[in-house]
């Protein structure tokens, strides 16, 4: 695709910035001025199309006009929230106290009231993109991986060969406690107080049930090099294939 030669091509360590106004004045000033920081640029004027250009273009930054012709820009900060994770500069003339608390509200994380200096725009949206990068960078240092499954913790994902497999709340906590403690067995009793935070009666199977559906999704998207393993009396362990439990409790 044209739009993915385009990112492809940018210069590394340049920021995308996605302008979303439709005064096309003041997004090309602010385009100008952004590109002359090495900064690359998108435009789009209506709230429309801003979902799909955020899903093309993936930018660093999203500047957005609360005041669009066709969608509330509170609605549409609320919906890029969903899917976008970077930072969302508001830029409007609503200077009032309301407006600014609907914004940061709706998702945004900073506001900006018209006119503004290009100059204080763009260190802003600099700073904003430094923070969302580092916070990504923690983010990804905190991920744990064993074989070939990727667990990022913040984030509450779980990846099998990089592709992200869909697992319930209490699914991602089992997994992450059974990671944590790689080839040892947990007991029933352990799991049900560290998640459920209560004993285990001897009888309900209720992990057992959930156990049961983990494997199988993890099975299902192809995992290797580690496996659960039931060991009968004990409880189960997730263990490194080729690595033998250590049987520690």
Not at 102 to 118: E, H, I, N, Q, R
Not at 203 to 222: C, I, P, Y
């Amino acid at each position: 695709m044209q739009v993915s030669n385009q990112v492809e091509s940018l210069v590394e360590g340049s920021n995308i910035a996605l302008i979303v106004e439709d005064d096309r004045m003041v997004s090309t000033l602010l385009k100008s001025y952004l590109e002359k920081s090495e900064f690359f640029v998108y435009q789009e004027h209506l709230g429309e199309s801003a979902e799909q250009a955020v899903a093309n273009y993936q930018p660093d930054v999203v500047i957005l006009d609360l005041g669009l012709p066709d969608i509330d820009g509170y609605e549409v900060c609320e919906r890029l929230r969903k899917s976008y994770q970077g930072p969302i500069m508001i830029l409007t003339a609503k200077d009032a106290e309301q407006d600014q608390i609907s914004a940061f509200f709706s998702g945004a994380d900073d506001y900006l009231v018209k006119p503004v200096s290009p100059a204080i725009l763009k260190v802003r949206a600099e700073s904003l993109i430094r923070r969302s990068k580092d916070s990504q960078q923690k983010s990804y240092q905190r991920a744990k991986q064993v074989g070939n499954l990727k667990l990022d913790v913040s984030a509450h994902k779980c990846f099998v060969n990089d592709v992200a497999i869909k697992l319930s709340s209490f699914e991602f906590k089992l997994l992450n406690l059974l990671v944590d403690n790689v080839g040892r067995v947990l007991s029933r009793d352990r799991i049900y107080n560290v998640l459920l935070k209560r004993d285990y009666n001897g009888t309900e199977r209720t992990v057992d049930v959930r156990m049961a559906k983990l494997r199988e999704k993890l099975s299902e998207f192809g995992l290797q090099h580690a496996q659960i393993e039931t060991v009968w009396g004990q409880g189960y362990v997730f263990n490194e294939i080729g690595s033998p439990h250590l049987a520690k409790h």
